[in-house]
């Protein structure tokens, strides 16, 4: 057996970057967790069925899984060049009945071009992609964000960030499975280069800082969201005990 034909509950043995749906994508053992909070997040910020969302690089459709079926047909989009998890995640996750019904569309490519569905988003999810770019593709990615949005449609995107008293290491191009830091600083020219307004917010993450993107600066989470977003009840996946 491949394994990519590994149940799920073995393969939460396998390291992360490992040829499995689960574990290709990060830590095979938050793979539901970090799912659930990609959806708590933008269910949070406003997301509803009838709105159109982008998931920018949705690897085996950790987030997808939940939005595929909450969202009107039509209205999910992915993309993500590794074409085999997408096809792993339908098979053992979200079914072909479901795929029918809900006419999720997906792209297969690695340019950042967020444009070649032709229609404009009213949501972006980025969750641990530009953690493995360097500056060039982070400007890259921003501003097909800031052409694709709708005006007052909104992105949710991770960075890393270096620890106090560390330097960043930013690196060049695409990285994966490695990680770079970029320093608050420079997340927020990069942003400001696209012609967007970007705030982080404290949205529970394990290893990585969530930032809320926008043309539209009114959109961006005021101090009442921004403590309801800090008082939301994650629990870190390391700390339950499993079956």
């Given at each position: 057996?491949?394994?990519?034909?590994?149940?799920?509950?073995?393969?939460?043995?396998?390291?992360?970057?490992?040829?499995?749906?689960?574990?290709?994508?990060?830590?095979?053992?938050?793979?539901?967790?970090?799912?659930?909070?990609?959806?708590?997040?933008?269910?949070?910020?406003?997301?509803?069925?009838?709105?159109?969302?982008?998931?920018?690089?949705?690897?085996?459709?950790?987030?997808?899984?939940?939005?595929?079926?909450?969202?009107?047909?039509?209205n999910y989009y992915g993309i993500e060049p590794n074409r085999w998890l997408?096809?792993?995640?339908?098979?053992?996750?979200?079914?072909?009945?479901?795929?029918?019904?809900?006419?999720?569309?997906?792209?297969?490519?690695?340019?950042?071009?967020?444009?070649?569905?032709?229609?404009?988003?009213?949501?972006?999810?980025?969750?641990?992609?530009?953690?493995?770019?360097?500056?060039?593709?982070?400007?890259?990615?921003?501003k097909q964000f800031a052409v694709n949005l709708k005006p007052h449609g909104?992105?949710?995107?991770?960075?890393?960030?270096?620890?106090?008293?560390?330097d960043p290491e930013p690196g060049q191009g695409w990285v994966y499975p490695?990680?770079?830091?970029?320093?608050?600083?420079?997340?927020?020219?990069?942003?400001?280069?696209?012609?967007?307004?970007?705030?982080?917010?404290?949205?529970?993450?394990?290893?990585?800082?969530?930032?809320?993107?926008?043309?539209?600066?009114?959109?961006?989470?005021?101090?009442?969201?921004?403590?309801?977003?800090?008082?939301?009840?994650?629990?870190?996946?390391?700390?339950?005990?499993?079956?």
């Amino acid at each position: 057996m491949s394994t990519r034909q590994i149940p799920s509950q073995e393969a939460r043995a396998l390291a992360p970057g490992s040829d499995h749906y689960t574990a290709y994508v990060g830590p095979p053992q938050d793979y539901d967790f970090m799912g659930a909070t990609q959806f708590r997040l933008l269910t949070t910020l406003g997301l509803r069925d009838h709105h159109r969302l982008l998931d920018f690089g949705c690897g085996s459709l950790r987030a997808g899984r939940l939005l595929i079926p909450y969202l009107n047909p039509g209205n999910y989009y992915g993309i993500e060049p590794n074409r085999w998890l997408i096809d792993d995640a339908i098979e053992r996750e979200v079914g072909a009945d479901q795929i029918r019904i809900k006419r999720p569309q997906f792209l297969h490519h690695d340019t950042f071009n967020c444009g070649a569905f032709g229609v404009p988003f009213d949501y972006i999810v980025a969750q641990s992609i530009f953690s493995h770019c360097g500056a060039d593709l982070i400007a890259r990615g921003t501003k097909q964000f800031a052409v694709n949005l709708k005006p007052h449609g909104i992105a949710a995107v991770t960075f890393i960030h270096p620890d106090t008293g560390q330097d960043p290491e930013p690196g060049q191009g695409w990285v994966y499975p490695e990680v770079v830091t970029h320093s608050v600083e420079d997340v927020a020219e990069l942003i400001r280069a696209a012609g967007l307004h970007g705030i982080s917010i404290p949205w529970h993450h394990p290893r990585q800082t969530w930032w809320i993107l926008s043309q539209d600066p009114s959109r961006l989470p005021g101090p009442d969201q921004l403590n309801l977003l800090r008082g939301a009840d994650l629990t870190d996946p390391a700390t339950v005990e499993r079956p």
